[in-house]
């Protein structure tokens, strides 16, 4: 039997810049988690002609959907920290007690969207700006 975690198990959680983050964000959809690292060339003579590359510094991006709710808790502190240039705590899980990054991000995109027959939503794209750790999954 395959395993696998639907999207819909999968959790982010807000708070206050410089906390571990414990509310959850319900008001989320269609989440992209990039984690990525720049690349150093450490090509010598010696490997044979071939180019020889190292990772360096990491980056990660979440990026979301969310219905515009002005209302809702975590619809508002993404918008403040938006307009505010602040910085908003996100933990990022696969899962409840999953896995995944918990650090201070930016929020450097907030587009909203109004289509004629949907609710309007907003496009968020949360940079990672202080990384507090990778939480690994409980027993």
Same mark, same amino acid.
């Given at each position: 039997?395959?395993? !696998?975690?639907? *999207?819909?198990?999968?959790?982010?959680?807000?708070?206050? /810049?410089?906390?571990?983050?414990? #509310?959850?964000? *319900?008001?989320? @959809?269609?989440?992209?988690?990039?984690l990525?690292? *720049?690349?150093?060339?450490v #090509?010598?003579?010696?490997? &044979? +002609?071939? @180019?020889?590359? /190292?990772?360096? $510094?990491?980056?990660?991006?979440? =990026?979301f959907?969310?219905?515009?709710?002005?209302?809702?808790?975590? !619809?508002?502190?993404?918008? #403040?920290?938006?307009?505010?240039?602040?910085l908003?705590?996100l933990k990022? $899980?696969? %899962?409840?007690? +999953? &896995? +995944?990054?918990d +650090?201070?991000?930016?929020?450097?995109?907030?587009?909203?969207? =109004?289509?004629?027959?949907?609710a309007?939503?907003?496009?968020?794209?949360? %940079? $990672?700006?202080?990384?507090?750790?990778w939480?690994?999954?409980?027993?």
């Open positions: 039997m395959a395993s !696998f975690i639907l *999207g819909m198990a999968a959790k982010i959680y807000f708070g206050e /810049a410089g906390t571990t983050p414990t #509310t959850e964000m *319900g008001n989320v @959809r269609d989440v992209t988690l990039t990525e690292a *720049g690349e150093a060339d #090509t010598t003579r010696a490997n &044979q +002609g071939w @180019r020889a590359t /190292a990772p360096t $510094l990491r980056e990660c991006t979440c =990026e959907e969310m219905v515009w709710d002005p209302d809702d808790a975590g !619809f508002a502190a993404i918008k #403040t920290a938006f307009l505010s240039a602040g908003i705590a990022i $899980l696969d %899962k409840a007690s +999953g &896995q +995944g990054p +650090g201070d991000f930016a929020i450097t995109s907030f587009s909203r969207k =109004e289509a004629l027959e949907e309007i939503t907003v496009s968020v794209t949360a %940079k $990672l700006s202080v990384f507090r750790s939480i690994e999954p409980s027993p």
